[in-house]
């Protein structure tokens, strides 16, 4: 039993420092000694009653001092640590655009009133939207661990501007045959032929190696993908495989898919003569002019070009934008 100053006696765990406060321990259910100060016998008495029905009621924290950037650094490194990097750099972007207004927080100090005021900061609703899931997990595996009792970040409403969902491009069979017809003016113009014959997404194709290609067959083994890393100096790219079973699958060949691998073999084999290829890289299918992995912003700027060129040439057409994957929407047609 603990006593005051002058001795009386002020129950087990209370005791009264010389500076005149009371103070109680007890050793929760973390096994950690939590310490609660008060000016009154009655004010920690009361204290300690709460903390202990908290503790009972598994409603207290395990670290009430830790902020979200520090949570954050624990989750990608703990709970995503299998995760594949591109993955990882896509939540660093997504994290970066909140830790400004939250990532100094602590992770209690999160409320709803909070958390959408800095949502609401956000420039699109496509945003606070893929801010938000990554939000939710983020806490839910905080709440796992303790060290929150309950998810505020389900409460946020990220549709503010009540943006209208941009429907897929997809083009028509006649600009699919202009697109074409221009692309050949182009050296990517074998991507955008295995891209519309196959329907293989973007990161499929340039991550296509021969030992895929059967010619003699007359398939595409879809095997892998090829990713980009952003590494401050020079790129990184690594093969991955498919995210799911049904990505590993066989395409059949069109006559004008063949013929535009079959052009683009000879072409490689050209540049191989000259430039040597990445470590790891020499039997891609597609490459730059120097026997390097071509990056999807390359495309990018190939059918900005296409689209510009086409426009200029025929100007009552109004040719419209397009994404890479919108040549995959446009297969599935």
Not at 168 to 187: G, W
Not at 230 to 242: D, V
Not at 256 to 269: F, G, I, P, S, W
Request: hydrophobic letters at 35%; proline letters at 4%; a positive charge.
């Amino acid at each position: 039993m603990g006593k005051s100053l002058n001795g009386k006696e002020l129950g087990k765990g209370i005791t009264q420092r010389r500076d005149g406060r009371y103070q109680a321990r007890f050793i929760n259910r973390f096994g950690k000694r939590q310490t609660l100060y008060a000016f009154s016998v009655t004010e920690i008495s009361k204290k300690l009653r709460e903390e202990q029905v908290k503790d009972g009621n598994f409603v207290n924290l395990i670290d009430k001092k830790m902020t979200l950037d520090e949570w954050y650094e624990r989750w990608i490194t703990t709970c995503k640590k299998h995760c594949r990097d591109t993955t990882k750099h896509t939540y660093a972007i997504q994290y970066n655009r909140i830790r400004e207004s939250l990532g100094w927080r602590k992770l209690t100090g999160l409320n709803l009133i909070v958390l959408q005021d800095a949502f609401n900061s956000l420039a699109t609703d496509k945003m606070r939207a893929d801010c938000k899931a990554l939000l939710v997990d983020i806490l839910n595996r905080a709440v796992e661990a303790e060290l929150l009792v309950k998810n505020n970040a389900l409460g946020i409403n990220p549709y503010i501007e009540n943006e209208p969902k941009e429907e897929k491009r997809i083009l028509s069979d006649e600009e699919v045959k202009i697109l074409l017809r221009t692309a050949k003016r182009s050296t990517l113009y074998p991507i955008f032929a295995v891209a519309l014959g196959t329907g293989m997404r973007i990161g499929e194709i340039l991550g296509l190696t021969f030992d895929c290609v059967d010619f003699e067959n007359g398939y595409i083994s879809v095997e892998k993908t090829l990713c980009y890393l952003p590494n401050g100096g020079e790129a990184i790219y690594e093969f991955h495989p498919p995210k799911t079973r049904a990505g590993r699958r066989q395409i059949p060949m069109t006559e004008e898919v063949r013929d535009a691998l079959l052009e683009q073999k000879a072409r490689k084999d050209r540049i191989a003569s000259h430039h040597n290829p990445r470590t790891g890289m020499e039997n891609l299918v597609f490459c730059s002019k120097t026997n390097k992995p071509i990056h999807e912003a390359n495309v990018r700027a190939c059918i900005r070009w296409m689209i510009k060129l086409i426009n200029e040439e025929n100007p009552d057409l109004d040719f419209k934008p397009f994404t890479p994957h919108g040549l995959r929407h446009t297969f599935a047609t």
